[in-house]
């Protein structure tokens, strides 16, 4: 009977043991993977060999961030996740026309709009890739080239006002590429360090981008202080 007693103690502290170690072996995993999360770069979600750049709705164009918020149903701060899948149209011969490219967003922060910290959202982003003689071809319109997987930006936002299933929950940034601005390191986010910005920091593609950082220094002082 001793031997019996003995043997259940034994047991039960073997047992109390590793239901105190398992808890401490899962955290360990997890603050883990969270360090290795933190240390990813932020990457463009599409590789090409040249951009073709058209030119954008003018009525969508926005000149002054009192504009942009008027536009704007939603505004948050978000990450795009790497699921990223094109929807296109193609003409009567097979070449795509026009398009855009839809990613998960993750919101960090809502600023306007009926959506919630936590949540995934779609986004639309309009660009498309297309192959000619060999080359890879990105189509963006106007200067506004995709959004980094894994980078923070702050977007202005409305609901794409599409009749299609496949697209009508999304949303699409208003003002062109005035739609979302990256976040900056609170010690690089001065006017100062706003003007010092290239277009490929900002994730533009070529030409005049001053009215962009004039707009980027109202959104920094009014949202992002």
Not at 49 to 72: F, I, K
Request: net charge negative; charged share 30%.
């Amino acid at each position: 009977m001793k031997n019996v007693k003995l043997l259940f103690v034994v047991l039960a502290v073997c047992l109390l043991c590793a239901c105190n170690s398992r808890p401490m072996d899962l955290q360990k995993i997890s603050d883990s993977l969270l360090d290795t999360a933190s240390d990813i770069q932020p990457y463009c979600p599409v590789s090409f060999d040249e951009v073709n750049e058209r030119h954008g709705d003018l009525a969508y164009r926005t000149e002054s961030l009192e504009d942009l918020e008027q536009r704007t149903e939603v505004i948050i701060k978000g990450v795009l996740q790497d699921d990223g899948r094109e929807l296109v149209d193609f003409d009567e011969w097979g070449n795509k026309l026009n398009g855009y490219t839809l990613h998960s967003l993750l919101i960090n922060e809502v600023y306007k709009g009926n959506l919630d910290e936590g949540e995934t959202i779609t986004l639309a982003e309009e660009y498309f890739l297309d192959s000619f003689e060999g080359k890879t071809y990105l189509t963006i319109y106007d200067k506004n080239r995709p959004c980094k997987i894994g980078k923070e930006y702050i977007f202005f936002l409305r609901p794409i006002l599409k009749d299609n299933p496949d697209i009508n929950d999304a949303y699409l940034p208003v003002g062109m590429e005035k739609g979302r601005f990256p976040i900056l390191p609170k010690t690089r986010s001065t006017e100062a360090d706003i003007d010092s910005l290239t277009n490929e920091d900002v994730d533009l593609g070529q030409g005049d981008i001053s009215n962009y950082k004039e707009i980027f220094k109202e959104v920094t002082e009014k949202y992002l202080s």
